[in-house]
């Protein structure tokens, strides 16, 4: 199950920081960590957006809870099962 998280400019832009460091233990307290949604990319839109893949629903639910009451993160949410069409 995959959480997507988006940080807001000034946590991307400090990587290590205070804010990004906070968020990065919150989520490693699961065994889980965050991984770039568009690595590489020059795009500072593009940059804010992370994944966590966490195994069970619950812990994703209580994971975006959480997050989403950090001030550095704008956007928390546990990312919709795809469906065939």
Known sequence: MDL????DGAAVG??????WTGAH?????????LRAV???TS???LRRWFAVS????GQAAR?????????EVTAAYV?????AP
């Open 4 to 7: 997507m998280v988006q940080f």
């Open 38 to 40: 568009h690595p590489g």
């Open 79 to 83: 990312k919709p099962t795809d469906e």
């Open 14 to 19: 400090s990587e290590g920081g205070a804010a």
């Open 54 to 57: 966490v195994p069970d629903a």
């Open 63 to 71: 994971l975006a809870e959480a997050l989403r009451v950090r001030p």
């Open 43 to 45: 795009d500072p839109n």
């Open 25 to 33: 233990q919150a989520v490693s307290a699961l065994g889980c960590s």
